[in-house]
């Protein structure tokens, strides 16, 4: 019982720490919003949890690649792969962020973030009250 309670904190840990890394990515989409020619870098979460919990990668990625490249800047291990995101409306400028998409993914990759460390906060709760016998 107790290893499974483990297993389950670990997964959310894993979870969070592709959140922090997912979040890291949106906020520099934003902060990059007026920047000429800057390409918004986001990954799938989804594939990117399959990958690091070791339960297979779905095949087809929700990112369209312009150049087969792309998807190589993150070195294999070094976390989730950034592909760029193809812009729905292209710029005169070259730049590919759409800052409402983005602030949208913010606060949503935010609130799921939140979500999980309440997941492991309760997960911590349940173990200690299952050794103390409460």
Do not use: C, K, W
Not at 28 to 45: C, E, L, V, W
Not at 73 to 80: I, N, R, T, V, W
Request: glycine residues 10%; hydrophobic residues 40%.
């Amino acid at each position: 019982m107790l290893a499974r309670m483990v297993d389950n904190i670990g997964f959310h840990g894993q979870a969070l720490e592709l959140r922090a890394q997912r979040q890291e990515a949106l906020a520099s989409n934003i902060a990059n919003a007026d920047t000429p020619g800057y390409q918004a870098r986001d990954f799938d979460f989804g594939a990117a949890l399959r990958n690091a919990t070791g339960t297979g990668v779905m095949p087809g990625a929700t990112l369209a690649l312009a150049d087969p490249r792309h998807l190589t800047a993150a070195g294999a291990g070094a976390g989730p792969r950034l592909g760029y995101r193809m812009p729905e409306q292209p710029s005169l400028d070259g730049n590919t962020v759409d800052l409402d998409r983005e602030r949208a993914n913010f606060a949503d990759n935010s609130v799921r973030y939140e979500a999980t460390l309440r997941f492991i906060d309760n997960g911590v709760r349940t173990m200690l009250s299952a050794i103390r016998g409460d």
